[in-house]
């Protein structure tokens, strides 16, 4: 993944120019926030592309700014997590028995881990691709993409504070050590 940082801030400094005159644009819909989009399955990818987004921009801040890397990297650790709970919590009601409980949080745990994995790709390919607008432009969409996903903090920290309840409530099978 080096070559790709590398690439990424060389080309950063060789298109600068061109980056002052393009708007931005996010990876994900900022028209409203993301627990106001009521299918799960694209508020899930909404909350997926936020990790991807935090994860891939921690790597790039990995060398010069360790902190600010590691917060992203935490950022993008609670945005897989609220990934898992979108799913999650859409499926839960007063009819939902242990076992269906069960299978939908194993179900969201798998696709909490890959979901991100697949966006981070999507961004990569563009990266890859977008061989005319050059690496400052996609640092700018990635940039704007965080902006929105930073507007969502709430309701990812909402989402943790869900998923603590539900850890220590017992319905949960967490890893033993």
């Known amino acids: 993944m080096n070559k790709y ?4 801030l060389l080309l950063i400094l060789q298109n600068s120019a061109n980056a002052e005159e393009y708007v931005a644009k996010s990876y994900v819909d900022d028209s409203r926030g993301f627990l106001y989009i009521e299918d799960p399955n694209r508020q899930a990818e909404a909350w997926a592309m936020c990790a991807a ?3 891939l921009m921690a790597e790039i801040l990995a060398k010069s700014h360790p902190a600010r890397s590691q917060q992203l990297a935490e950022l993008a650790n609670g945005a897989e997590l609220a990934v898992i709970l979108s799913m999650v919590v859409s499926e839960i009601n007063e009819k939902t028995t242990p076992e269906k409980f069960d299978a939908v949080w ?3 745990k798998i696709f909490g881990g890959e979901l991100p994995k697949t966006r981070r790709t999507v961004l990569l390919a563009d990266l890859e691709s977008d ?3 050059g690496a400052a432009v996609f640092i700018s969409d990635i940039s704007k993409t965080l902006e929105v996903c930073m507007a969502n903090l709430s ?3 909402t989402y ?3 998923w603590r309840k539900l850890a220590t409530s017992g319905l949960l099978q967490l890893p033993s050590e």
């Open 5 to 8: 940082i590398f690439f990424v």
């Open 53 to 55: 987004s935090y994860d």
């Open 106 to 108: 194993n179900f969201s």
């Open 131 to 133: 061989k005319s607008a």
């Open 155 to 157: 309701a990812q920290q």
């Open 160 to 162: 943790i504070d869900i």
